[in-house]
């Protein structure tokens, strides 16, 4: 599904990114039949991106916040160095459980240290710093999630948030939608931030990256 560039551009740059193993079509075969939020999947272009910054930055610790059906973790643990390590947050049993079991089969899974529980509870229970947090997870608590794990960032990391751009609505400011809002919210708090810099990206729903300054 393309949220923000026009399908038949997403299809185009979906054709000139290079393919992912095969499993990644079961995992979303059967994240469609089983769940009834299938667009959250990351999918081919944000996967392989998730995957190039952390192969790119050499990042061994991850920390993420919305595991669903396992595209995201799994990608990024593929782009992982040997001794790198994923810790991934959801509450969501049943999801989680076919995130591991397609861990498994990619032969990623002794790298991903799956969290079930209340994330903000997970996030105070961990040392840092983690070189990478992604936030993918209930749009409510964005902010919270991000002031949760902003101190236990290292000083050379980044935060990547995702649906940030929110299918475009964030930037309608008659939208009064209770996600919509939350989302603009968050992207306003961090743009006021000045510990961080940021920078948003028009990839698929909209991410943004944050370091610290």
């Known amino acids: 599904m393309s949220f923000i560039v026009k399908e038949d551009v997403e299809r185009y740059a979906e054709e000139h990114t290079t393919p ?62 040997d001794g790198g390590r994923i ?20 032969g990623v899974a002794d790298r991903i240290d799956y969290r079930l529980g209340p994330a903000l509870e997970t996030i105070a229970s961990l040392d840092g710093p983690f070189d990478l947090i992604f936030i993918d997870a209930d749009k409510e608590n964005y902010v919270n999630y991000y002031e949760a794990v902003l101190p236990k960032l290292a000083d050379d990391g980044f935060i990547v948030a995702d649906n940030v751009l929110w299918s475009g609505r964030v930037a309608d400011r008659s939208d009064q939608d209770g996600n919509t809002v939350h989302i603009r919210r968050f992207n306003d708090h961090v743009m006021a931030d000045d510990r961080v810099a940021c920078v948003m990206l028009s990839v698929r729903d909209g991410m943004t990256l944050i370091r610290k300054k």
């Open 20 to 81: 992912v193993p095969e499993l990644f079509t079961r995992l979303a075969a059967e994240t469609r039949e089983k769940s009834d939020s299938p667009q959250m999947m990351v999918g081919l272009l944000e996967g392989r991106f998730l995957e190039f910054l952390v192969r790119q930055t050499g990042a061994l610790r991850v920390l993420e916040l919305g595991t669903f059906t396992g595209w995201s973790s799994i990608s990024m643990a593929m782009g992982l160095e």
């Open 87 to 106: 810790t991934t947050c959801d509450v969501d049993e049943a999801t989680t459980e076919i995130a591991r079991r397609y861990a498994e089969e990619a």
